[in-house]
């Protein structure tokens, strides 16, 4: 991360299912910071969710691996980085597609991509077969107007 970033927490955990909430959650706890709404945080818990589900399923296939979070706050932005050293993505494009999986068979409803892509501002994916992948997503924090503020700009418009 080349930005100057003003917060900084990073997590490593074992590519076990029940580690997916912690993660979810310890991420939500760090974006706390940017006085998020409900929604807000809730984005942010479903995107870290899919990526690291997708970190364990697919990267590592249900085996023993590491997984790495990274988050920065810069300006009013969370920036989240997932990272697995599993197999890899062999076409990110075509990943990428709503509905594309490559485990069908686990009903896996191949929306992973696209449901961090739309509750995020930005999504990028990095991966090389046999490597593994990066997930980088951001989300900026809408700034709340303060109960003073909202009614000076009652009063401007009064
Ligand atoms: N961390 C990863 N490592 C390896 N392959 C991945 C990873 N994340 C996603 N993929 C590949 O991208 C496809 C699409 O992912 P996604 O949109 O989350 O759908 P789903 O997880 O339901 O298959 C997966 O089926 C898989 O082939
Ligand atoms: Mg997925």
């Known amino acids: 991360m080349n930005i100057k970033y003003k917060n900084k927490m990073q997590l490593e955990i074992l590519s076990k299912s029940n580690n997916e909430a912690f993660a979810r959650i310890t991420v939500a706890a760090f974006a706390a910071q940017l006085d998020p709404t409900i929604e807000e945080i809730s984005d942010i818990k479903t995107a870290v969710s899919e990526a690291v589900t997708n970190s364990i399923i697919h990267g590592y296939e249900n085996k023993e691996g590491i997984i790495k979070i990274n988050a920065y706050i810069y300006d009013n932005t969370i920036r989240i980085e997932i990272s697995d050293q599993g197999k890899g993505i062999e076409d990110i494009e075509i990943a990428k597609q709503p509905l594309y999986t490559t485990k069908p068979e686990l009903e896996r409803s191949g ?29 900026k924090i809408k700034e709340k107007t303060t109960k003073e503020e909202q009614i000076q700009e009652e009063n401007f418009y009064a």
Not at 114 to 136: A, H, P, Q, Y
């Open 111 to 139: 929306m992973g991509f696209t449901i961090m892509e739309n509750f995020m501002d930005s999504l990028k994916v990095e991966s090389v077969l046999g490597m593994g992948t990066k997930v980088t997503m951001e989300k």
